[in-house]
């Protein structure tokens, strides 16, 4: 593998991996922090690295992070990725605690990071029964009244919002203009009145749910960022989204490609391991070379990113979000078919894998708004 990184960085994942070797163990130390997988997010494990100073990657110093790199950040979220930190909720935190940076007042920035990096959970609060892939769709609404806002409606696949302590919303506040305008953001604090969260099945456990908005009072200075300005202020994450959730994908993708190569190495039929057949060696060959690729791409598009920090690189955001949630998606189908059962048994945990992959290519933008948002920056 070509590795760019310096003795800092080297030294990071070094002190990652020590930890969650030592923090998460096995599978049933793994199982004993998310409730036997039921919730993907360990309050306890998530405490530590925020004593441990990692939640605050990026966060800048004046507000008491660690302001280093995009590098960084993909390289923490790689590497827990890879030892299956249940850590579920830094990625939404992150996101939100990006936006609470970069357009919050200074009073409310300076509260909300710091609950972030003291381990409080953040969430996000976008999609919409009608609205999910079109944001601009967005029809929640929030009402000036009595010197505040009265929110009405309702949002869905809002992620860990039923242990958040403060809910990025975005919400129309006017209907003039455009469809993306007059959306603003708006700071909803854990518990506030008017407000109803309703979890939401699904096969990766408590994860997603379901927000209700009844005439919820929220203050005048819960506003992030400037009335009606919602949109452009969306624009400006979305590398750091894209890039956290590459970043995240690339490192359960490595997790799947290391799984499988021990299985079929250890696995024997026939008088000899499964994997000297070469049905299954060229195939490994092919994710071995794939695996690469994605490395290399989201690695380059970080740099990029910390290279042009004011500049929005859809196309190159975009691709790395792309290839590596359809690589590893790819990669666990393709794991849980050569380790044959052992592949579907929640012993082998690539079950596991499969599950977490498969919903990646939709959150955060599906598989194919990226590529078509990769194919209008050709012209097309």
């Not at 690339?250 to 391991?273: C, I, P």
Request: aromatic content about 8%; glycine content about 10%.
């Amino acid at each position: 593998m070509i590795d760019r990184l310096t003795d800092e960085q080297r030294d990071f994942v070094a002190a990652i991996s020590n930890f969650c070797q030592r923090e998460i163990g096995d599978r049933e130390r793994r199982g004993k922090l998310t409730d036997g997988g039921k919730n993907p997010h360990s309050a306890e494990l998530y405490e530590k690295m925020a004593d441990l100073g990692w939640l605050g990657i990026t966060v800048p110093e004046q507000y008491g992070g660690a302001g280093q790199a995009m590098v960084d950040l993909v390289l923490f979220l790689e590497s827990t990725a890879y030892w299956q930190a249940p850590i579920y909720a830094f990625v939404t935190s992150a996101i939100a605690a990006a936006s609470y940076e970069k357009f919050a007042a200074e009073e409310q920035k300076r509260r909300v990071l710091a609950d972030f990096l003291r381990g409080k959970v953040l969430a996000v609060s976008m999609s919409e029964p009608g609205a999910g892939s079109d944001v601009g769709a967005l029809a929640c609404k929030a009402e000036q009244r009595d010197g505040g806002w009265v929110v009405n409606g309702q949002k869905t696949w809002c992620s860990n919002a039923h242990i958040a302590e403060h809910i990025l919303l975005v919400a129309r506040t006017s209907t003039a203009g455009g469809k993306h305008d007059g959306l603003t953001m708006f700071s909803v604090p854990a518990g506030v009145d008017g407000l109803t969260v309703q979890g939401i099945d699904t096969m990766g456990g408590r994860e997603v749910n379901d927000l209700y908005f009844t005439d919820c009072f929220l203050p005048g200075d819960a506003v992030i960022g400037a009335v009606g300005q919602g949109w452009s202020q969306l624009m400006a994450g979305l590398n750091l989204e894209r890039m956290i959730l590459a970043a995240n994908m690339l490192g359960t993708a490595r997790r799947a490609f290391d799984d499988t190569v021990a299985y079929v190495r250890e696995r024997h039929q026939f008088g000899r391991s499964v994997g000297s057949f070469q049905a299954l060696r060229h195939r490994i060959a092919d994710h071995a070379t794939e695996l690469e690729c994605t490395r290399l791409l989201v690695h380059e598009v970080a740099r990029q990113i910390d290279a042009h920090p004011d500049q929005l690189l859809p196309r190159e955001a975009s691709m790395a979000k792309l290839k590596a949630t359809e690589f590893a998606k790819a990669m666990a189908l393709d794991g849980m078919q050569m380790m044959g059962g052992y592949g579907y048994a929640t012993e082998y945990g690539m079950e596991r894998l499969l599950r977490l992959t498969v919903v990646s290519t939709v959150y955060g933008g599906t598989s194919e708004i990226q590529r078509d948002i990769i194919g209008k920056t050709y012209g097309l």
